[in-house]
C-alpha cells in the first residue's frame, strides 16, 4: 500500500513537531487524499498522534 521510503520520510519529517496534511503532501509528493489515507494508517498502527479536527489537525508522533 504505502513504501517503507513514503512512511519514514513523515515519520522523519514529525521528529520536528506537529505537521499538516499539507505538509506531508509536500514531503511525500503524495495527492492529498493517499497522504490522509497514510496519515490514518500511521494513526491506527500508533507512529503517530493525530490532534484537532478539519483544518486544525495535526499529526504528531506517539510518545513510548
Not at 11 to 39: N, Y
Not at 44 to 51: F, H, K, N, P, Y
Request: hydrophobic share 40%; glycine share 10%; net charge neutral.
Amino acid at each position: 500500500m504505502f513504501t517503507s521510503e513514503q512512511i519514514q520520510v513523515v515519520v522523519d519529517f514529525a521528529i520536528h513537531g506537529p505537521m499538516t496534511t499539507a505538509q506531508a503532501v509536500e514531503v511525500t509528493g503524495l495527492s492529498t487524499p493517499a497522504t490522509r489515507a497514510l496519515l490514518k494508517h500511521l494513526v491506527e498502527r500508533g507512529d503517530l498522534v493525530q490532534t484537532g479536527q478539519k483544518r486544525g489537525t495535526r499529526y504528531e508522533l506517539a510518545s513510548g
